[in-house]
């Protein structure tokens, strides 16, 4: 598995820009993202932007899932989503951030051995 891969669960406040430099300056690789349970993220705007954050990490080669402990399904789709899945992320509705982490590694260090 790849060592360089971390999850982040998000809540109101978080500072996703100083994470996202913490993460490209420390040479990670992957970064799975624990969602809202209705799939959805802090601010979409400032310091607190998943979209951002993403973009930022994708741009220096970074694979970004976000995913939730419990997807419920539902036909709703809200903004938010819509906004991290544009910024690069890929979304992992039916997978909890546990399973996502280790198939995430395992990835990635088998993509390295090619």
Do not use: N
């Amino acid at each position: 598995v790849d060592p360089d891969v971390v999850t982040l669960m998000v809540h109101p406040g978080i500072d996703l820009e100083m994470l996202s430099d913490a993460v490209i300056g420390t040479g990670k690789r992957g970064v799975v993202v624990r969602l809202y349970p209705c799939g959805t993220s802090p601010e979409s705007y400032g310091r607190q932007s998943l979209p951002a954050f993403v973009r930022r990490c994708t741009a220096a080669g970074i694979v970004v899932v976000a995913c939730v402990e419990q997807y419920a399904g539902s036909d709703a789709v809200y903004p938010s989503l819509e906004a991290i899945r544009r910024a690069g992320a890929i979304f992992a509705g039916a997978m909890i951030p546990e399973v996502a982490f280790v198939k995430l590694s395992w990835a990635l260090a088998q993509a390295e051995l090619k």
